[in-house]
C-alpha cells in the first residue's frame, strides 16, 4: 500500500511539471505573437513582439522578401514596457510598410552582395575572355577588402575618396615591407578600380538594387594634367629615328651575320610601329581601335585621296572616319607587307597580342632617344595615346570645326574643348602656329 501511494505521488509530481512547462509555453507564445499582420503578403508572416533572455526590452520582428534577400528584419523597442512595446512596434510597421511602397528597400544590401551577383552574371557571357573574366574578379577581391562591408545606399563621393586613401596606405605599407620606401600608387591602377566600380554600380541599377548612380571624387592628386602631343618637329624627328632603325637593323645583323629569318623579324617590328604611328597621326583613331580594324573595313577614296575607315567596335559605338594621306600610305604597305585578305587584321600583332609588348617598348625608345620624353613637363605625360592627340591639335590648328572633329574622333566636342584646345594657344608660340596652319598634311606623311 505504501508502494502504491509512493509511485502515485511521484506520477502527480512528474504530471505537474509537464503541465507547468506546457504552460510555460504557451504564455512564451502568447508572448511571442502578440501582434500579427493578417493578409499582408509583403511582408509574408507577419508582425511579432518577443523577449530575449538577454534583454529586459521588446523586440519586434516581421519577414520581408525583397529582390536579392530575404529574411527577418528585427529591430528593439528600447522599452520593457508592454503596452509601450506594443504601440512602438506597431508605429514602425506602418512606416516599414509605407517606404515598401514607395520602392524603397528595406534590407540594405552590402557591395559584396551585389558584387558577388555582378560576377556571376559576368562569367556566363559568352564574348568576353577568360582573361577579362579574370580582371574583373581580382578588382572585385580588392574593392571587397576595402568597401566590401559598406552599405550600398550610402556609398557617395566622400566614401569613394576614403576608399583613395585607404588603398593609397595599404599600398604604401605592403612596399615599405618589401623595401621600397618611395613606393607610390600609380592613378591609373585606381582608374581601374574605379572602372569595376562603376559596372557594378551600374549593374545594381539596372536590377534595381540602387535608385541611382554613385558619383566618384578624384582619384588624381595632380589637377593640372594635361595630355602630350607632338609639335611638327618632334614628329619629324620620330619619323626619322624609325626609318634610320630600319636600316640600322639590316646593317646590323649583315655584320654580325645572324639568322635571316631574325632580321626580318625585327624589320617587321620596326615598320609595323611605323605605320601604326601614322595611322594615330592621320586618323585619331584611339589604339584599342586600330586593335579591331580589319582589311575590308579600310576603303581607297581616289577622288578625294583619302581612307574611309569603318570602325566597328569603338568605345562610343560604330562610326566612320576618314583618314588622311598618310593612312592611305601605311594601309597599301600594312596590305602588301602582311599579304592581308578582306577578314585579316590589319595589325595582327595588336589582336593577337604577340608582339604587342615589342610595339610599346620599341615607342619608349623612340621617345628616350629622340629626347622627346625628357623635354615633357612632369605634369604632361607622352605616351602612344599622344599620336590621337596630335590629331587633334593638328586638325584644330587647320580652323576644322569642333563638331565635325568629335563625331570623327567618336568623342564629344566638350572633350575636345576641355582636353585639346584649352591648352592648345598657351602651350604653342605664335609663329609655331602660323606654319602649322599653312602645312599641308601630305608633310607629315612620308
Not at 25 to 51: C, P, Q, Y
Request: hydrophobic share 35%.
Amino acid at each position: 500500500m505504501f508502494c502504491r501511494v509512493h509511485s502515485f505521488i511521484e506520477s502527480f509530481i512528474v504530471c505537474t511539471n509537464i503541465f507547468g512547462s506546457l504552460a510555460q509555453n504557451h504564455v512564451e507564445m502568447k508572448r511571442l505573437k502578440l501582434i500579427t499582420a493578417k493578409n499582408d503578403k509583403s511582408f509574408g508572416e507577419g508582425l511579432r513582439l518577443f523577449l530575449n533572455d538577454n534583454s529586459k526590452n521588446w523586440h519586434w520582428q516581421v519577414f520581408v522578401s525583397e529582390k536579392g534577400k530575404r529574411g527577418y528584419f528585427t529591430r528593439t523597442t528600447n522599452t520593457a514596457n508592454l503596452a509601450k512595446a506594443k504601440a512602438i512596434a506597431k508605429q514602425e510597421y506602418q512606416e516599414l510598410r509605407w517606404k515598401q511602397k514607395q520602392n524603397q528597400r528595406i534590407h540594405q544590401v552590402v557591395f559584396r552582395n551585389v558584387a558577388e551577383m555582378f560576377i556571376k552574371e559576368y562569367k556566363r557571357k559568352v564574348n568576353i575572355s577568360a582573361r577579362k573574366k579574370y580582371y574583373q574578379e581580382m578588382k572585385l577581391g580588392i574593392l571587397n577588402r576595402f568597401i566590401g562591408d559598406w552599405e550600398l545606399s550610402k556609398l557617395n563621393r566622400q566614401s569613394t575618396s576614403e576608399y583613395y586613401e585607404m588603398r593609397r596606405q595599404d599600398y604604401t605599407k605592403r612596399q615599405q615591407a618589401k623595401g621600397n620606401e618611395n613606393a607610390r600608387l600609380s592613378g591609373a591602377t585606381l582608374h581601374s578600380d574605379m572602372i569595376t566600380f562603376r559596372k557594378v554600380i551600374s549593374w545594381a541599377v539596372d536590377n534595381g538594387y540602387l535608385d541611382k548612380e554613385v558619383l566618384i571624387a578624384k582619384y588624381r592628386r595632380d589637377q593640372g594634367y594635361q595630355r602630350g602631343w607632338f609639335d611638327y618637329d618632334e614628329w619629324q624627328r620620330i619619323k626619322t629615328y624609325i626609318k634610320q632603325q630600319i636600316k640600322d637593323v639590316s646593317k646590323h645583323h649583315a655584320d654580325v651575320e645572324l639568322d635571316e629569318k631574325q632580321q626580318e623579324i625585327d624589320i617587321w617590328k620596326w615598320e609595323q610601329l611605323y605605320d601604326f604611328c601614322m595611322f594615330g597621326i592621320h586618323l585619331g583613331a584611339r589604339i584599342d581601335e586600330l586593335r579591331y580594324l580589319k582589311m575590308r573595313d579600310c576603303t581607297i577614296r581616289k577622288k578625294t585621296n583619302d581612307l574611309l575607315v569603318r570602325i566597328e567596335k569603338g568605345k562610343t559605338g560604330s562610326r566612320e572616319s576618314v583618314g588622311m594621306i598618310g593612312c592611305v600610305r601605311a594601309y597599301q604597305r600594312l596590305v602588301k607587307r602582311n599579304n592581308l585578305r578582306e577578314n585579316d587584321f590589319l595589325f595582327p600583332e595588336l589582336y593577337k597580342r604577340k608582339h604587342a609588348w615589342h610595339r610599346t617598348r620599341l615607342f619608349r625608345q623612340v621617345m628616350k632617344q629622340t629626347g622627346i620624353k625628357s623635354k615633357t613637363q612632369s605634369n604632361v605625360r607622352v605616351d602612344m595615346k599622344s599620336l590621337r592627340h596630335s590629331y587633334a591639335v593638328y586638325r584644330l590648328l587647320a580652323d576644322v570645326d569642333v563638331f565635325s572633329l568629335a563625331v570623327q574622333m567618336g568623342t564629344s566636342a566638350k572633350i575636345i574643348q576641355s582636353n585639346y584646345a584649352r591648352h592648345l594657344i598657351a602651350r604653342m608660340r605664335s609663329q609655331e602656329i602660323t606654319k602649322m596652319r599653312k602645312a599641308d598634311f601630305e608633310k607629315l606623311a612620308d
